[in-house]
């Protein structure tokens, strides 16, 4: 896959080294990598400039819009998806068959179009570009090279792709049968091939793939703008798309009758919306309770759409049939974690944790007034005191370090017995009652 640009999407991997499997059967590394090595370490924020603004539904967590659909298993989602769209015939008219999302339709010419105006803009003449562009403006140009299939395309490379998954089908049960992994040419006799037949037939089926994904990267990127500024880079979003076109490649199957971009949009889908809900929070929150969080804010939306007024706690906890004890629970879990090393002000020159009070930190007149109080201390003990008497009140009070000893302890370092190091902290104590020297500590003890 040496061809390829820097930006190329790398999904084949796995595939690429499908005919010529290690014999440990180790899964082969998949990976996607969209930014060049130039820009690490630039803001997302640099990054998106060029792209137009992109006012998401809410201001919460996507956590908070994802739909049980978008977090259930992948066998669940296929199940889903063919149950309701089974009946679906494919259109005569490349443009007819919408793609339905939570917030607006989307069709294909439309995602085309988006496309093409952001391209645009991004490159016009006049257009300053910065150096934080590039990963963005690099993928965009890439994409921009590969058309959208036609129905007739679709179904013919659909079909090609298909022969990957009977491969595997077949190496799975040759394994299981034969106890090894088997050897190409077993493989290649279970299809009636000869090794070079079958390494053709991969070759052209791995091509076929490669051509599907690239062609509907755009739908990646006009799924992955509804999700930004919801904790996670967009970069980030366009890969886990992306993971979730892949798959989508994996398993269509042309023979049901619906448009590829259908189908896949609910893999993209729910690839950025599942790394959403493990990726934009700090502490990640179990399914279960992203589920019920989805359902809270689906219940606050509704109740206050029709009451005209923000729920209370009460009426919030009745339409869940949870008691309002879990439900302030929930409202608790809801909240969103910020870094101390937050940038903010208008200019983002300052971090959150210069604008924090300290409440632990003592006053430079308690601190002075501390360490002089030590010194008298330490000074009367010397005067009144002997040396070994004065070692063991200090220790046993944390007089120097703030660390308190036990009588066991205190013998340990002095060889001596417990009641020995009682009697000698009792002789000192007795010692310092007296009333001169009480008067010189007088400050301390208040």
Do not use: C
């Not at 085309?112 to 150096?131: I, M, Q, S, V």
């Not at 009588?407 to 007795?430: H, P, Y």
């Amino acid at each position: 896959m040496g061809g390829f640009s820097p930006i190329e999407i790398r999904v084949l991997a796995r595939e690429s080294q499908t005919s010529d499997r290690r014999e440990d059967d180790q899964p082969s590394n998949f990976l996607i990598n969209f930014s060049r090595p130039e820009t690490a370490g630039r803001s997302d924020g640099e990054i998106l400039s060029k792209l137009r603004e992109v006012s998401a539904p809410d201001e919460e967590d996507a956590v908070d819009q994802a739909t049980d659909l978008d977090l259930a298993p992948e066998s669940d989602l296929d199940a889903a998806f063919l149950g309701e769209f089974s009946d679906i015939e494919l259109p005569e008219d490349e443009g007819g068959d919408d793609l339905a999302t939570d917030d607006e339709d989307v069709f294909e010419p439309d995602v085309h179009r988006e496309f093409d105006e952001e391209l645009t803009a991004a490159y016009a003449p006049g257009y300053r570009k910065t150096n934080s562009d590039d990963a963005v403006g690099a993928f965009f140009k890439e994409m921009a090279r590969y058309p959208l299939l036609k129905p007739g395309e679709e179904i013919e490379l659909a079909r090609q792709v298909k022969f990957l998954a009977e491969v595997e089908a077949v190496r799975d049960r040759l394994k299981a049968s034969l106890q090894r992994t088997p050897t190409k040419a077993e493989v290649a006799q279970e299809f009636g091939l000869s090794d070079r037949q079958l390494d053709h037939r991969m070759h052209r089926s791995r091509t076929a793939k490669r051509k599907m994904i690239r062609s509907n990267l755009r739908l990646v990127v006009s799924i992955a703008k509804r999700y930004l500024n919801r904790g996670v880079p967009f970069l980030d979003l366009i890969q886990e798309g992306a993971l979730g076109l892949n798959r989508a490649t994996e398993k269509f199957d042309p023979d049901k009758g619906y448009k590829f971009s259908t189908y896949a949009y609910w893999w993209i889908r729910q690839g950025i919306t599942r790394t959403i809900a493990n990726d934009a929070r700090t502490i990640r929150l179990p399914i279960h309770i992203v589920e019920k969080l989805n359902k809270l804010k689906k219940a606050h939306r509704e109740l206050r759409r029709d009451l005209n007024r923000n729920p209370t706690e009460a009426e919030l906890a009745a339409a869940l049939d949870i008691p309002v004890d879990q439900l302030r629970n929930l409202q608790q879990v809801r909240r969103r974690s910020l870094s101390l090393n937050h940038r903010v002000g208008k200019g983002e020159d300052t971090e959150l944790m210069e604008l924090l009070e300290d409440s632990s930190t003592q006053s430079p007149e308690a601190k002075m007034n501390e360490t002089m109080l030590r010194q008298e201390i330490y000074t009367v003990l010397s005067d009144v005191l002997s040396e070994r008497e004065r070692e063991i009140i200090s220790l046993r009070y944390g007089l120097l370090t703030g660390e308190t000893h036990t009588l066991e302890e205190v013998g340990i370092l002095f060889d001596l017995s417990r009641e020995r190091v009682r009697q000698i902290q009792t002789k000192a104590m007795r010692k310092l009652r007296r009333p001169q020297v009480a008067a010189r500590l007088k400050g301390w003890l208040r």
